[in-house]
């Protein structure tokens, strides 16, 4: 009999942020498998490491994290057959996902090619922006608000025109597209509608003005929230 492969999203960061469903299959499942960069701890393993209480055969999915080559579909193909090995041998597999395996989540990628043929379960997390909205106090969004999720990395033009469009916004992977984003908000008149906040629920995470964040020490884990009236309960 064939194991199954669950997708668990582990959440923003906080290990207490990470479902019962998930802890119940962390627990469970003989083999854990997750995502890690090419050199370096994986952060997602850092998330479930007080959860692991026995000891279970691992596998370290390494993959550059630079844009132009991810996702790699040769590492996705040889984690797929790796995985299936064990699968074909009954045992079930966990595979880790920061956050949610549905939202911008690696675990996809794996979803993609073995779906068909395997058992495949997606536990649910705790997304980005929903931690970022709470530590931060900011609603994302109300009533009939319409809420729009951006990626920083997309051109300014198309960012202005979402932003012009939308009346809440949750501007992610910042990193180096800081400054470029920042200044479209304040183009917007939108600066005082905006929050920062990096690392949501970590150990090292960090609220700041938008004014005062310096440019080159904004981390990929960081975002901008966004909403035109300020705050969302307000009319």
């Keep these: 009999m064939s194991g199954t492969l669950y997708g668990i999203g582990v959440g923003p960061g ?5 479902t019962l469903k998930a802890y119940r299959v962390l627990q469970a499942a003989p083999v854990l498998a997750y995502p890690a960069p090419e050199t370096g701890d994986s952060l997602a393993r850092q998330i479930v490491a ?5 000891e279970k055969t691992e596998i370290a999915i390494r993959m550059p994290l630079s844009a132009p080559k991810f996702p790699d579909n040769t590492v996705y193909g040889e984690a797929a057959t790796q995985l299936e090995q064990h699968l074909a041998k009954g045992q079930d597999v966990a595979v880790l996902c920061e956050g949610d395996p549905f939202f911008y989540g690696s675990f996809m990628y794996l979803f993609a090619r073995m779906a068909e043929r395997h058992a495949v379960e997606v536990v649910p997390g705790v997304s980005s922006p929903m931690a970022c909205a709470a530590v931060l106090g900011a609603p994302l969004a109300a009533q009939n608000d319409i809420l729009t999720i951006l990626p920083a990395p997309l051109p300014s033009d198309q960012l202005k025109a979402r932003l012009e469009a939308t009346d809440a916004a949750a501007i992610i992977k910042l990193g180096r597209h800081f400054e470029r984003v920042r200044t479209l908000i304040a183009e917007l008149n939108l600066t005082g509608c905006a929050r920062y906040i990096e690392r949501a629920t970590m150990e090292a995470e960090r609220v700041v003005p938008l004014a005062d964040v310096e440019p080159s020490s ?3 884990f960081s975002m901008i929230l966004v909403h035109r009236r300020g705050q969302a309960w307000l009319r």
């Design 218 to 220: 904004s981390p990929y």
């Design 50 to 54: 007080p959860h692991l209480t026995d």
């Design 14 to 18: 906080d290990p207490d942020l990470i």
